[in-house]
């Protein structure tokens, strides 16, 4: 079968991974780049041997000869992206957040979907090696039914020297980071009914929030608790993993520090090591990430390939971005915000 070829747009920190993973990913390559910075356009040009570069995405989308977009920009940049993809009838990938507002993330699904293409969001926490491996135990029925969840990303890890614009946002950790959470908790315990919310900032070097509880009521009954910081120093620092906790009527499941998953239930304990692959161009401690870069990238081509819907396609993705926005609503408000009512 042919092969899928795409163009990238935004050539920085995170997109080094979106390069390397391409790389990795059966059915698709890279053939073209874009990025307005001529250094970033240059280095990473050089370091995958791509050859045609472009500063202006019209200019790229113009020349065109490629089957798909992968929009690696900040969320400023997103909605113009994945319009102007729409408009050249090319399939896009978008990275998160999907967008600055929930109304701007429904124009963009609007728009691809009156294109007849596809658009997936890079919401690619969920694609972790630990999360598909709890989402695994539920559906074996290892702990019957859910009704409780704790979702938990606790680190002091130095974000800011790699993404320097994270300590200069308004909004900071619910957007930036949160938003991967609340994904997992959608993933695992399914949608959301209505979210409380509660932040503050504790790094007085930085501009929005770095921590955030968030209690949900999933529209199934069960309850959740989201809690997210970047100002939690502890004497082995876990960054980037998520940790969770959730009892069922038959059972209870651990994910704990280390990717050690623990099932519990009448039959007794089982304890998995649940790790990530270290990919041959991964590093620690982002290794989890990474591998998850690369599993949502192959679920883009399979998908893509069947004519079927993304996972985490931007109708998806509607509904945890409507949770970012409720969370920042209800922490403004200190009231409990209907998610239904915003979607
Ligand atoms: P960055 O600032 O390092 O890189 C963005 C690049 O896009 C820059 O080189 C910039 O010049 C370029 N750019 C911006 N607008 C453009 C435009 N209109 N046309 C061409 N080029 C343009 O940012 P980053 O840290 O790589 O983050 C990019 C995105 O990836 C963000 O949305 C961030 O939240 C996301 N991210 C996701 C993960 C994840 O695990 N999914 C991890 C880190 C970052
Ligand atoms: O930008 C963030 C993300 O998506 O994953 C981790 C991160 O790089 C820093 O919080």
Redesign the pocket.
């Known amino acids: 079968m042919t092969e899928l070829k795409g163009a990238l747009?935004?050539?920085?920190?995170?997109?080094i991974n979106q390069m390397h993973a391409w790389r990795d990913v059966e059915g698709a390559y890279i053939v073209a780049i874009?990025?307005?910075?001529p250094e970033?356009l240059k280095t990473v040009g050089d370091q995958f041997g791509i050859e045609r570069r472009y500063?202006?995405?019209e200019a790229m989308f113009a020349d065109g000869g490629f089957d798909f977009v992968d929009i690696?920009?900040?969320?400023?940049?997103?909605r113009?992206?994945v319009e102007m993809a729409a408009r050249n009838r090319v399939p896009a990938i978008c990275?998160?957040?999907f967008a600055k507002t929930l109304s701007d993330a429904k124009a963009m699904v609007e728009a691809c979907r009156k294109a007849g293409v596809a658009l997936m969001v890079?919401?690619?926490?969920r694609w972790q090696t630990p999360i598909q491996a709890v989402r695994k135990a539920l559906e074996t029925g290892a702990i019957g039914t859910p009704f409780w969840g704790r979702f938990s990303f606790r680190s002091g890890y130095d974000v800011f020297s790699?993404?320097p614009?994270l300590a200069e946002g308004e909004r900071f950790i619910i957007e930036?980071l949160g938003i991967?959470t609340l994904d997992i908790a959608r993933y695992i315990l399914g949608d959301v009914s209505a979210l409380t919310a509660r932040t503050r900032r504790v790094n007085p070097r930085i501009r929005g929030e770095d921590v955030a509880t968030i209690l949900l009521d999933h529209e199934n009954g069960a309850t959740s608790v989201v809690d997210v910081s970047y100002a939690t120093k502890l004497s082995k620092e876990p960054f980037p993993e998520t940790l969770m906790e959730l009892d069922g009527s038959e059972g209870t499941i651990r994910l704990t520090q280390g990717y050690r998953l623990e099932v519990n239930n009448a039959q007794g304990t089982t304890i998995a090591d649940v790790s990530p692959k270290l990919l041959s161009w991964a590093s620690r401690p982002w290794h989890n990430?990474q591998e998850?870069?690369y599993a949502i990238q192959q679920h883009w081509v399979d998908q893509l390939r069947r004519g079927a819907e993304h996972s985490t396609s931007g109708a998806d993705n509607l509904k945890t971005f409507a949770l970012v926005e409720a969370a920042y609503d209800s922490a403004a408000q200190g009231k409990t915000i209907d998610v239904g009512a915003m979607l």
């Open positions: 747009i935004g050539c920085g920190f995170f997109a874009c990025d307005r910075d970033r500063s202006d995405a690696a920009t900040t969320v400023e940049s997103h113009a992206l990275q998160k957040p890079h919401e690619n926490f790699g993404q614009y930036d991967h990430i998850s870069v």
